[in-house]
């Protein structure tokens, strides 16, 4: 894929956001199609290209800014609030997909509300949240995990998994600590930015896949879902604790 294909597929992508009034996604889009236009234009001789170029630019520069007030103002007067459906059976909704927009160098502080981090998938659902985490734009120090007890006979598998992923996550210099609690029922993500996540199935919204050698496996944006919606607000002081 050229670079000016890939500059048509996200700004197409941020136009398709904005209209669902998805806007802080929309916004991450039509930066990136930005960029990609911008690199297009460095690389181009034709100046009747140049030219439409910068019309482009200019206009996909002019919608970003008026979303930006718009969600700025929205999180300034505590309105801000946007909802997305997941279908049954929907693929590209990746953790990173997902939280990217509202992970930035601010972020040094995140708190899951999950009362189901027990079984193997779901461990390793949180494992997979961790890691994007890791490779975001942020500085994250401390996760704190709050979710229900596994008292069955995989009680021992739940303490040790989470105990493994809080060693590991030491090695990169971030904290996880976990607490307990048998009578939690609701499921959200708070970031210390002022980002509130709920989801309706909280992590555990991928369809198990047909096999360890199937598409989605690994990658998440490949995988199937279950239906879902996921709700993001913004408050300017969010309690982590």
Same mark, same amino acid.
């Given at each position: 894929?050229?670079?000016?294909?890939?500059?048509?597929?996200?700004?197409?992508?941020?136009?398709?956001? %904005?209209?669902?009034?998805?806007?802080?996604?929309?916004?991450?889009?039509?930066?990136?199609?930005?960029?990609?236009?911008?690199?297009?234009?460095?690389?181009?001789?034709?100046?009747?290209?140049?030219?439409?170029?910068?019309?482009? @630019?200019?206009?996909?520069?002019?919608?970003?800014?008026?979303?930006?007030?718009?969600?700025?103002?929205?999180?300034?007067?505590?309105?801000?609030?946007?909802?997305?459906?997941?279908?049954?059976? %929907?693929?590209?909704?990746?953790?990173?997909?997902?939280?990217?927009?509202?992970?930035?160098?601010?972020?040094?502080?995140?708190?899951?509300?999950?009362?189901? @981090?027990?079984?193997?998938?779901?461990?390793?659902?949180?494992?997979?949240?961790?890691?994007?985490?890791?490779?975001?734009?942020?500085?994250?120090?401390?996760?704190?995990?709050?979710?229900?007890?596994?008292?069955?006979?995989?009680?021992?598998?739940?303490?040790?998994?989470?105990?493994? @992923?809080?060693?590991?996550?030491?090695?990169?210099?971030?904290?996880?600590?976990?607490?307990?609690?048998?009578?939690?029922?609701?499921?959200?993500?708070?970031?210390?930015?002022?980002?509130?996540?709920?989801?309706?199935?909280?992590?555990?919204?991928?369809?198990?896949?047909?096999?360890?050698?199937?598409?989605?496996?690994? %990658?998440?944006?490949?995988?199937?879902?279950?239906?879902?919606?996921?709700?993001?607000?913004?408050?300017?002081?969010?309690?982590?604790?």
């Amino acid at each position: 894929m050229s670079m000016e294909d890939a500059a048509v597929t996200v700004l197409k992508r941020a136009v398709e956001l %904005d209209t669902c009034s998805r806007f802080q996604e929309s916004l991450i889009c039509y930066q990136e199609g930005i960029q990609i236009l911008l690199n297009v234009l460095k690389v181009t001789t034709d100046e009747s290209k140049k030219t439409a170029y910068r019309e482009k @630019i200019d206009q996909y520069m002019n919608r970003a800014e008026l979303i930006k007030k718009r969600v700025n103002q929205d999180k300034e007067e505590g309105k801000y609030h946007e909802q997305i459906k997941i279908k049954e059976n %929907d693929t590209g909704y990746s953790f990173e997909r997902v939280f990217k927009p509202y992970i930035n160098e601010n972020l040094t502080e995140v708190y899951v509300e999950d009362p189901y @981090i027990r079984s193997i998938h779901q461990l390793y659902n949180f494992l997979r949240f961790c890691e994007m985490l890791l490779k975001g734009s942020c500085k994250v120090k401390t996760i704190r995990l709050l979710t229900s007890p596994d008292e069955g006979e995989n009680a021992s598998q739940q303490k040790s998994a989470l105990y493994e @992923i809080e060693e590991s996550l030491k090695v990169h210099g971030i904290v996880l600590t976990t607490e307990y609690s048998s009578t939690i029922h609701d499921r959200e993500i708070r970031f210390n930015n002022g980002w509130i996540i709920k989801i309706g199935r909280g992590l555990d919204y991928f369809k198990k896949p047909k096999g360890r050698f199937s598409v989605g496996y690994c %990658d998440y944006d490949l995988r199937q879902c279950h239906e879902t919606t996921i709700d993001v607000f913004h408050v300017k002081h969010t309690k982590i604790m």
